[in-house]
């Protein structure tokens, strides 16, 4: 299963980018999908995920400014990121799990990363 992200950039702080990721493959179903970041010198931390049942578990520090969407039927899912901050400036990954149509194995798939670099 391969995922392709995008929207990333530069913006100033305050501004929003919003960010996609689209899942393709031999996908019999996606148990969850979301996306982490990972800033200089840090750990690569989750920002928003829905899993199955429709739960979003956002960062603490992100809640009320970024919102996860899906659309099942394109396999994707969308990061609206509203008033950016300095500090959201990391590479941006996509990350998506669930079982393939061969055998349902269980896949696990990373997209490429985005870079969001949020300008003071």
């Known amino acids: 299963v391969q995922l392709q992200a995008s929207g990333g950039g530069l913006v100033q702080a305050g501004g929003s980018l919003r960010l996609s990721c689209r899942a393709s493959g031999s996908i019999f179903t996606i148990n969850s999908m979301g996306w982490y970041r990972q800033a200089p010198g840090k750990q690569r931390e989750l920002v928003a995920v829905?899993?199955?049942?429709?739960?979003?578990n956002y960062a603490y520090s992100v809640k009320g400014r970024f919102t996860l969407s899906r659309d099942s039927a394109k396999n994707t899912v969308y990061l609206q990121m509203n008033s950016l901050k300095p500090e959201d400036t990391a590479v941006y990954y996509c990350n998506a799990d669930g079982q393939v149509v061969l055998n349902l194995e269980p896949f696990t798939s990373w997209g490429q990363g985005t870079l969001v670099t949020v300008s003071s």
């Open positions: 829905l899993a199955t049942g429709g739960n979003i």
